[in-house]
């Protein structure tokens, strides 16, 4: 009884700060922000896969793009784990990506399961991962 109140209390108090919050198993989980620094001069699109606990599969979302010298700010929801992968181009061909693949398209996508096999066109991902406030800044840079 005195664990149910004290939740009903912290989520309350989290709703009256304004503070977006998700809780399962007892835990609390803030809002995702993922913020993009472009430190090129030269424009880049991106995209970006995340682990949807509601759905418990990974999805891949794109394209956005960054003007140079820009940043872009993503608000992922809450219902995802803290560690997302970001791939992101620029009009030379540059490519920033990682270890890790997800599907994707060459026009704007959103695709679940987008870990399995099969899919038309995969690109490497890197990981980056968030705070405990669930916010990072994730810089690219020639």
Known sequence: MKQTIRTAILATSLILLGLTAFAQNGQYYPARTLVLKNNTSEEMSYCYAYF????????????????????ATINIGIATTPTFFVHA???RGHIWGGDNYFCTKQEAFRIINADKDGCENKMRFRPVILNDAGETDMSFTR
């Not at 606990?53 to 394209?63: I, K």
Request: hydrophobic share 45%.
């Open 89 to 91: 181009q620029d009009v």
């Open 52 to 71: 949807d606990m509601n759905t418990n599969v990974w999805t891949s979302v794109g394209w956005s793009n960054i003007m140079a010298f820009s940043t």
